[in-house]
Each structure stands twice: as C-alpha cells, then as structure tokens.
C-alpha cells in the first residue's frame, strides 16, 4: 500500500552471506544502499563467525532457504537490481541461479567472493566449477579481485597491463560485462578496469595507505548494484560505485583488535552533537 504523498525508492537485493563484525557481506551491502538512497532488502546464504580478526566458521543455510528469500521479495516488493556475493557451496548456487532465471531477476552484479580479506575461505572448494559455469553466465557484471581472478581463470595479475587479459579470459566464461578490481596491485592510483568484449575501461582513484579496507569489494559492488537500481548503465553505475568507495576508503576506521571496514556513513549526515 502507498501512502498518499510517499514515492517508492528503487529496489536492491543482496544474496550473501552475513558478517557478524557488520563491515562486509550482507551488512555492508544493506548499508551501501542506504547511503545511496536504495531500499535494501536480503537474501542470507550463511552465516560467518567473524571479526576484525578474520573468519572463524560459517554456517550455510539451506538452499530451498536462500531461494525462498529471493521469491518472497521478487513476487511482492520487486527487485530493481541484484547483487551476490559469498554463495559459499554449489547446491546455493543452484538454487540461486534456478530462482534468478525463473523470476527473471536483473540486472545481476556478481561479486565471486572465495575468501575474506583475512584469507579464511567463504567458499567451499567444490563450489569453484559451479561459480563458474552456473553463476557467472548469469551476471550483467562480474567483480573479481586479484585473487578470485586466479582461481576463476589461473591468470596470475602482477601489472595494470595483465588486467586487460585477465578480463578478456573472464568474458569468455559468460558475464556480460567484467570489472578487474586493482585494489591489491602496488601503484599510485587503485585501478579498475571494465570490459564489455570489445571495449576497456579504465576508472582511477589515489591509493589511500590503510590496512582498514574490510568490506571495500562488497561495497563497491553493492554501489554499482545500486546504481542499476536507479536506471543507470553499467559504465555510469561504476563509475557512482568508484566514487562511493573511494569515500568509504577514505572514511575507513579501525575496529577491534585487527582488519577495520570501510566507512558506509562518509555521506551520512553527522549525528547533531557531532557537528
Ligand atoms: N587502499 C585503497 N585506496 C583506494 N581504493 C582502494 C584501496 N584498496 C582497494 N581500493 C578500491 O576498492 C575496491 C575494492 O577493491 P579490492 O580491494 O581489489 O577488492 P576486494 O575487497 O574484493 O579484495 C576497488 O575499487 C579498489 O580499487
Ligand atoms: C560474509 C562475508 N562476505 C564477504 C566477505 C569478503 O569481504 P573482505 O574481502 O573485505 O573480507 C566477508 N569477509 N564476509
């Protein structure tokens, strides 16, 4: 029901898995489209034991479970656009991938999450060939980070130059559109590159020194997510989502003992008393 004189915000829904710590996954992705004036809704894969300090287990639920929570949301509020992120076994993958199709939910980001930031594994190792050839062929745009572009593609980035045939190697496995996330290559500028198959492109930020990233690839995939929410095309939705994770680098803290996130409130307001 609309109440007289309220207009419905686009749409958002993140499928992954829950961070305990609030600075990646699920969380992240919630408070991504909040701060970009999206309503986010959630579709829980697992639930992971985590803090600053890294992954200490995850529990998966159900498949039947994370394709109810995608049907519920797609066949009442409408899904302006979607993202993934830790799908963590192939039987999720499945089933996501059976729900997405059937309830024709696009546009697609898929973020190919394999491990946290810490190196603990998000990913059960048989789940890799189903990421593959079940969820990527479904994705307007897939998001590797270095590593995941190793383990999707055996390619080995250690310069800018490598990132263009590591993204031609990733089209060929099915996404419409590939964004090679630099993040962890030394440099000046942190570097991303999209491909679309015929065309690259190049979206540049100054590197900001900090251990504190926690979360910067959930957060920049849900801002592009968001984006599409919003009507905008793949080029125009990265280049909203860059800028919103260059602030939330650049607004990034430490929190606990280890890996602190990124700051999800770098365009929230300051609470009154702050400012
Ligand atoms: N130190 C940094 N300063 C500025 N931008 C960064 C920094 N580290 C990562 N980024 C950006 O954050 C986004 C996430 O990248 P990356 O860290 O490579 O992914 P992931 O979090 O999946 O490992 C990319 O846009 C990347 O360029
Ligand atoms: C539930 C969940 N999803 C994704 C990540 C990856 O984020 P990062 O690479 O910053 O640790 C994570 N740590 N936890």
């Known amino acids: 029901m609309t109440l007289p004189g309220t207009v419905q915000p686009p749409t958002a829904l993140t499928i992954a898995g829950s961070d305990s710590g609030g600075g990646a996954g699920a969380q992240a ?65 499945d089933a996501v991938a059976e729900a997405v199709r059937r309830l024709k939910v696009t546009p ?22 189903a990421l593959r050839k079940v969820i990527l062929p479904l994705a307007t745009l897939v998001t590797p980070n270095l590593g995941e572009v190793r383990l999707l593609t055996g390619l080995e980035v250690r310069e800018r130059a490598d990132m263009d045939e590591a ?6 496995l099915g996404p419409q559109w590939v964004l090679v996330k ?28 900090t251990e504190h990233t926690h979360g910067s690839g959930d957060t920049l995939a849900a801002a592009i997510t968001a984006g599409l929410a919003r009507g905008l095309d793949v080029p125009a ?38 400012a």
């Open 29 to 93: 992705d919630l408070k991504t489209f909040l701060s970009c004036h999206v309503h986010g809704m959630s579709a829980i894969t697992a639930v992971t034991v985590q803090n600053s300090l890294g992954v200490t287990g995850f529990y998966e639920l159900p498949p039947q479970a994370v394709a109810e929570q995608i049907e519920s949301v797609a066949t009442d509020i409408g899904v302006g656009a979607a993202k993934t992120g830790m799908l963590a076994s192939a039987a999720i993958m």
């Open 237 to 274: 939705a990265v280049e909203l989502g860059k800028a919103f994770i260059t602030g939330a680098v650049a607004g990034s803290f430490p929190l606990g003992a280890g890996l602190g996130p990124v700051g999800h409130f770098w365009r929230v307001k300051p609470w009154p008393a702050q």
């Open 108 to 129: 697609l980001v898929v973020d190919p999450v394999a491990a946290s930031q810490h190196g603990d594994p998000l990913l059960r190792p048989d789940a890799l060939s």
């Open 167 to 172: 993204a031609k190697a990733l089209h060929a």
């Open 182 to 209: 630099g993040g962890h290559l030394p440099g000046g500028d942190a570097v991303d590159v999209l491909y679309d198959g015929s065309t690259f492109a190049e979206f540049a930020a100054p590197r900001r020194t």
